[in-house]
């Protein structure tokens, strides 16, 4: 079934479910960056809308309210992720359901920060919330939760942001401090200018708060975490996990005690052991012992393949 996508959002997540919608079946008819959006309700040209922001850093020549006023079918929310009241992004989800269109989220921000507000505008509207993209990348851990029912799922664990990973396995590997990795991650493009919401364990945090609502149907928020970050982490640390067969990894967890996220030595050679910029989420099952996923856990296409396989989920 062919849907009408609004997406709001131009950024690497963005832009990639627009260059990509068409290969699912879909057409986007609306997007929106910070300050303008362009609409044609008989579908826009992908390359002329990614070619434009390239070019002048712009979408168009319309207002984000145009969007929302527009005719759709499923509007995907792709703003950046924002914290406490998780506005505007919050706000454009409202506007969405109480309008009964879909809502597909790659924004983390309004289910992790308001879970509860977000099920009762879902619960009033004819329109559905889907939210794979927010919780790993590409790794379809929510569908695998939603698939086994999260009463038969106990725990989920695992290491949730690719930029930590990297810097605390580069720092295992190469006997680096943690400075010059970091240095050498935001050459690379691995580490944002300024990493604080990843290498503090903030990422890492409001992804766990978004499974431990998934599993506990709801209750959480980001102030319910207990949440420590690797910056504080020498590079001796590592060495002498080392000479113990062990590593350090940033583990976050969701269990019936709450969310944790923090530095933990873990096997060297074990399934939380990923390298690099890889996720892996363990899922701790009441009859099927743990199931472990792992892949990309960022990146534009990569995440545009989750919104984009949530789309095809709404009938």
């Not at 309008?99 to 597909?104: E, K």
């Not at 289910?111 to 977000?118: I, Q, T």
């Amino acid at each position: 079934m062919s849907l009408r996508l609004a997406v709001l959002g131009a950024g690497a997540v963005g832009q990639s479910v627009v260059e990509l919608a068409s290969e699912y079946g879909h057409v986007v008819t609306a997007v929106a960056d910070s300050t303008t959006a362009t609409v044609d309700a008989d579908g826009l040209d992908p390359a002329s809308v990614l070619d434009r922001k390239e070019r002048e850093g712009t979408v168009g020549d319309a207002d984000i309210e145009d969007v929302l006023a527009s005719d759709y079918d499923v509007l995907v929310e792709a703003t950046p992720t924002t914290l406490g009241d998780a506005e505007p992004g919050f706000s454009h989800v409202r506007s969405a359901l109480e309008a009964d269109r879909h809502v597909v989220l790659a924004n983390k921000g309004p289910v992790a920060e308001r879970y509860d507000d977000l099920r009762a505008l879902e619960a009033d509207s004819a329109g559905t919330v889907q939210f794979e993209a927010a919780v790993g990348g590409a790794i379809p851990v929510l569908s695998t939760i939603s698939d086994f029912g999260p009463d038969h799922i106990n725990a989920a664990r695992g290491v949730l942001n690719g930029t930590a990973n990297f810097i605390l396995s580069r720092m295992a590997a190469e006997g680096l401090g943690y400075e010059h990795v970091l240095a050498e991650a935001q050459d690379l493009g691995v580490a944002e200018a300024d990493p604080s919401f990843d290498v503090e364990g903030t990422d890492a945090a409001l992804k766990c708060v978004i499974l431990a609502n998934v599993l506990g149907d709801g209750g959480y928020s980001l102030d319910d975490a207990e949440v420590e970050g690797i910056q504080n982490i020498p590079g001796s640390a590592l060495d002498l996990a080392a000479e113990d067969g062990r590593t350090v990894r940033l583990i976050g967890e969701a269990t019936p005690s709450g969310v944790r996220v923090g530095p933990r030595l873990v096997p060297q050679n074990g399934t939380l052991a990923v390298s690099g910029t890889r996720n892996i989420v363990q899922l701790e099952t009441e009859y099927a012992g743990n199931l472990n996923l792992s892949g990309r856990g960022a990146g534009g296409p990569e995440t545009a393949t989750a919104v984009l396989s949530d789309v095809s989920r709404i009938e």
